[in-house]
């Protein structure tokens, strides 16, 4: 059983597009999907059966007014309910844009077995909502497991993509669901509890040392590296703790997110696999 799992990175996930289409010119087809926060929207919808050249048409339509900034909503916030707004961007232009290919579909309509990550404030740990739950997923006893079956695969993307702060939670039943990469940025350790004995995964990595602004680093920045530092640290112990063999792509971000990159981005996912197309197709065979 060979997995393919796709962390969270902003504009960076959509590097998943260059991966896969590298996968498929090497004949070398996921039998899971994992996918957390940016890496989720990849994710599902290869796993519904949307191709490559789908994908990359519909990321190249991707532009920032996709993301509105609510700054007039959290001011009429402020001053008529004396509370703060609960995101500072409004995705819903993006959401409309990916309807017409999620639509109402539940994990049972994937053609591919699809798990997405998501952090769940109220239970505290990851959330995985998966095409069915899987006999090893004991292993790992600090995840929540929820049958998706019949579950809107679209509600458990904006959960999984909801960075805190930045996008709005998704309620998803009694949970309050944010970005999964708050808990699982690169969630390897989830492929290897669906049952996958190899596995290949992107995971996008800020730079190994922060580069501090002059003259000083204001709040967003301070607080946004120590995320990164957190969820660096977090990555290095959940990767090293994987049993099974895999091929790890570490794609690293610049915080440049201008939307007219994103072809470039692909193309550096498709590169970076077709660099290790010798050790994927000689160790996929384990995964067969």
Same mark, same amino acid.
């Given at each position: 059983?060979?997995?393919v799992?796709?962390g969270?990175?902003?504009? !960076?996930?959509?590097?998943a597009?260059?991966i896969?289409?590298?996968?498929?010119e090497?004949? %070398?087809?996921?039998?899971?999907?994992?996918?957390t926060?940016s $890496?989720?929207?990849?994710g599902s919808? =290869?796993?519904?059966?949307?191709?490559v050249k789908d994908? +990359?048409?519909l990321?190249v339509? /991707?532009?920032?007014?996709d &993301?509105?900034? @609510?700054?007039?909503?959290m001011?009429? *916030?402020?001053?008529?309910r004396?509370?703060?707004? #609960?995101s500072?961007l409004?995705?819903q232009?993006?959401w409309a844009?990916?309807?017409? =290919?999620?639509?109402?579909k539940?994990?049972?309509?994937?053609?591919?077995p699809?798990f997405i990550v998501a952090?769940?404030? *109220?239970?505290?740990?990851?959330?995985v909502?998966g095409s069915? /739950?899987?006999? @090893? !997923? +004991?292993?790992?006893?600090?995840v !929540?497991?929820?049958d998706a079956?019949?579950?809107?695969?679209l509600?458990?993307v904006?959960?999984s993509a909801?960075?805190?702060?930045?996008?709005?939670?998704?309620? %998803?039943?009694e949970?309050?669901l944010?970005? $999964? $990469?708050?808990?699982?940025? !690169?969630?390897?350790?989830?492929?290897?509890?669906?049952?996958?004995n190899?596995?290949?995964?992107?995971?996008?990595d800020?730079?190994l040392?922060?580069? %501090?602004? @002059?003259?000083s680093?204001h709040?967003?920045?301070?607080?946004?590296?120590? %995320?990164?530092?957190?969820?660096? +640290? &977090?990555?290095?112990l959940?990767?090293?703790?994987v049993?099974?063999p =895999?091929v790890?792509?570490r794609l690293?971000?610049d915080? @440049? &997110?201008?939307?007219?990159?994103i072809?470039?981005?692909?193309?550096?996912g498709y #590169?970076?696999? &077709?660099?290790?197309?010798?050790?994927i197709?000689?160790?996929?065979?384990?995964? $067969?």
């Amino acid at each position: 059983m060979r997995a393919v799992v796709f962390g969270g990175g902003g504009i !960076f996930g959509v590097a998943a597009i260059g991966i896969l289409q590298a996968l498929e010119e090497l004949d %070398v087809r996921p039998d899971i999907i994992v996918g957390t926060s940016s $890496g989720s929207i990849i994710g599902s919808l =290869y796993a519904l059966g949307w191709n490559v050249k789908d994908l +990359h048409d519909l990321a190249v339509t /991707i532009r920032r007014k996709d &993301m509105i900034w @609510n700054w007039r909503r959290m001011g009429r *916030t402020l001053l008529t309910r004396r509370t703060l707004a #609960e995101s500072i961007l409004d995705p819903q232009p993006l959401w409309a844009k990916l309807s017409p =290919y999620i639509g109402d579909k539940t994990f049972r309509d994937t053609k591919i077995p699809l798990f997405i990550v998501a952090t769940s404030l *109220t239970h505290r740990t990851s959330v995985v909502f998966g095409s069915s /739950i899987p006999p @090893n !997923f +004991h292993k790992l006893p600090h995840v !929540f497991w929820v049958d998706a079956k019949d579950q809107e695969i679209l509600s458990a993307v904006k959960g999984s993509a909801a960075i805190p702060g930045f996008l709005p939670p998704e309620r %998803v039943g009694e949970m309050v669901l944010v970005d $999964g $990469g708050m808990t699982d940025d !690169f969630p390897i350790d989830v492929g290897e509890a669906t049952g996958a004995n190899w596995a290949l995964g992107l995971w996008i990595d800020e730079p190994l040392r922060w580069q %501090v602004p @002059n003259p000083s680093p204001h709040l967003l920045q301070v607080l946004s590296a120590s %995320v990164a530092a957190a969820i660096h +640290h &977090m990555t290095i112990l959940k990767k090293d703790a994987v049993t099974i063999p =895999y091929v790890l792509l570490r794609l690293e971000m610049d915080h @440049n &997110m201008d939307m007219a990159r994103i072809p470039h981005i692909i193309q550096a996912g498709y #590169e970076k696999t &077709m660099a290790r197309r010798e050790e994927i197709i000689q160790e996929c065979g384990h995964g $067969g």
